[in-house]
């Protein structure tokens, strides 16, 4: 398959493109502001911004799917007010798909769009009142995939993404991780995205994903230290 990775400098999307490349995919990977270095025949770089609507068609000639890895770092200067990356942002996409024919995006939403009330306590409090603003955007974001009635979605929602490989025993779940779990690797996002786009699964649904690990990196040490950045 030709694929379109956004977000392709992120943590996630930089996995995407590896899985995608070893898996035999030519690979158009689209950058904000950081290049990748990754040099490969079945790779092309480009410069885009979803937030930028003109020349968005241009990075999607050719396309059999698109796969939307970006996101917004949890940092305190944006959790209040983050950029439109979620609702502008995809809905410039969805136009610029539109305009050259490509139906198939696979995008990142969130488990906690779905409720808050997963994880310990102490998790809830802190990503009720920290990450509010962006889980609503992400909510105004599937309301917006949902009225897109042409358009062949999957919204995966994660929960708080770990930056590590992926496992190979992650789990998927209807709309919302079960209320124990709170973490997801983002080697089993990429890997679970990349199977959606590939084998056409869970269109117009919201699969949720992820698995148990270790209080070294599910405790509140961990996770109150990447939240508060």
């Known amino acids: 398959m030709h694929l379109t990775i956004f977000g392709a400098d992120g943590a996630t999307g930089r996995r995407l493109v590896e899985a995608a490349l070893a898996d035999g995919h030519r690979v158009r990977a689209c950058c904000h502001g950081r290049r990748l270095t990754r040099q490969h025949p079945d790779l092309e770089c480009v410069e885009a911004d979803l937030m930028t609507r003109s020349g968005l068609e241009a990075h999607l000639e050719g396309t059999d799917a698109v796969l939307n890895a970006v996101g917004i770092d949890a940092k305190p200067t944006t959790v209040m007010n983050p950029p439109k990356l979620y609702t502008q942002g995809t809905l410039n996409l969805i136009l610029a798909m539109r305009a050259v024919g490509v139906d198939r995006l696979v995008t990142i939403s ?23 603003a962006i889980f609503e955007q992400m909510a105004d974001m599937e309301r917006i995939l949902q009225a897109t009635e042409t358009l062949r979605w999957t919204a995966v929602r994660p929960g708080w993404l770990l930056d590590e490989g992926p496992s190979g025993d992650y789990r998927v779940f209807p709309n919302v991780i079960p209320e ?8 089993d996002l990429a890997a679970f995205m990349l199977r959606c786009a590939v084998e056409d699964l869970h269109v117009r649904e919201t699969p949720a994903i992820a698995r148990p690990e270790a209080p070294s990196k599910s405790g509140p040490d961990a996770v109150l230290r990447e939240i508060l950045g």
């Open 110 to 132: 969130a488990s906690f769009v779905e409720t808050r009330a997963r994880g310990p306590i102490w998790f809830r409090a802190a990503a009720e009142t920290g990450l509010r």
């Open 180 to 187: 124990n779990l709170i973490r997801t690797r983002t080697g």
